[in-house]
Every structure is written in structure tokens, then in C-alpha cells.
């Protein structure tokens, strides 16, 4: 079967039809967060339910990288390249210093604790991103029952300069993957409210970045279907590859979809990686997939 399907022939540009989806490897139960590491050629990636972290080495193959992880799920890096990681379990974001010693970067708002960091995205100016939705305390199968203090599912910003945390963004259900425009003018937000309620939110917004963390904008990107925006990245021209139900989606800058890799198992999030930076990596629910790409990602995604 072909894993790609052409929906625009500028997808031909971005994906070759003959490209083999690869599955690096199996045995998750729920495949999230995956961040490259070119210096170490080296995919992390988070396996929520079983309270781990995964590292697959090119050439080497795969070992658990963190056990516990306090239920973790989605991974990025620093400007320093140093792992920033969302954890359910500790309703916090780390990272994790060169030495290996985990620093908080943010466990509270307004002295509430947090719900469950979902995923994360750091800004060329240091700034730390994250989404913060419910899931993690739901059920005890990605976290523990707990209830929200804080009440509602927000959008954060770590101010680099201080450490301070402010919401801004106040009108998710469930605020998911995130990723900025190659220009970092555009922070694009997954709502996939849907998970939960039928006739919820299966979209992405995207929304104009402003001075100090300002959004401002949030009109509807794209819909996806089937399944959800869990979690994407941009590729250097502005284009989004999004999780989806029937695998990744590529949409162009304004919202149009481009083409499909088809994957067999549900896609809950992408990383770019490899040679180049032209691998696509895609978690997906047992599986660790990757496929050979045109294009390459974005530099901070
Ligand atoms: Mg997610």
C-alpha cells in the first residue's frame, strides 16, 4: 500500500510517493511527544500509560530512556538543546539540565497547580510554551484522578526573563499540540475538545504572535478528519503536518490540505529529525514510524 495520498500536486514536492513508511518500533501502548536530538541521532518520545520514555538511536536501536517519567507526554528542546518535557503525573514542565538534574519550570498559575502539561514548545527568545488540558487527571490511565484547581484548561507562557507564568489563552476546551510559523508570527493551537464530547472541537487555531507573548487572532486553521490535531510541527515552508485519525496531514499555510502519509495505527504526534532534518518521525498509538521527506522542519518546532 502506498503510505502517501496526493490531495495537491504541490504535495508531490514535499513527499515522494515511493517513500517507505519504516516502523523503527513497537510495544508502546500510547506513542506521544517525540523530539530529535541530531547531535546524538537520537529520537526520544514519551509512552504515557506505561510511565516511560523511550530513545531510539539511529543504528542502534531502542531502549527506555526514563522510568518513571511521571507519566510524560509531550518533549521538546531548549535553546541550549537541554529536553523540556510535559508530565502528567507531576502537573508540571521540566527540564532536564546537561548533568541530568531536573529543573521545574513551571508547576503552578497563580498558586494553583497545574492540570497536565500536554505539549511544549520553546521560542528562539527563550520563552516556554504549553498547553494545558485535563487529560492527565481525568482517569489514572495517563496520570492520576485528581481534581483541577485551577478549574479551566489554559494556554501558557514562561517569560524567559523571570520565570513567570501567564495564561494566554483562555477559550480552549482542550488545548493541545502546539507548534509557531517558521517566523515565529504564528503560534498554531490544537483543540481537540472532541476526545470527549461529541460535536467538540477537532481543529486548529492559529493565532498572530505579538509583543510580550501577546495573541491575538484564533480563527479556525483547519479541521481535521478523522481523528485529531493531538500533535504537529511546521516544516520550513509553513506548512503544518498534523496526527490524524488515518496518520499525518500536511496542510499549507492557509488551512489547505496538501496530501497524507497513511499510517496504520492512529498518529497522536510528529517530530522532524534525521538527515537533514528531512525524517519525518510519527508516533503512533504501538508503533514508532518515519518516513523520508523533500522538505525539512522548521528550526524551532
Ligand atoms: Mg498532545
Redesign the pocket.
Known sequence: MASIEVHDERFRILADENAPLRKLFGGTVWA?GPVYFSDARMLLWSDIPNNRMLRWVDGLGTDEFRRPSNFS??NTRDREGRLVTCEHLGRRVSRTEHDGTITVLADRYQGKRLNSP??VVVKSDGSVWFTDPDYGIMSNFEGKKSESEIGKNLVYRIDPSNGRVDAVCDDFDKP??LAFSPDEKLLYIADTGHSEREGGAHHIRVFTVGEGGHLSGGTVFTEIKPGLA??FRADVEGNIWTSAGDGVHCYDPAGRLLGKVLVPEVV??VAFGGEGGRTLFIAASTSLYAIALSVRGAART
Open positions: 506521544e507526554n509531550g500536554n505539549d493541545n499540540g493531538d500533535g497522536a504526534n
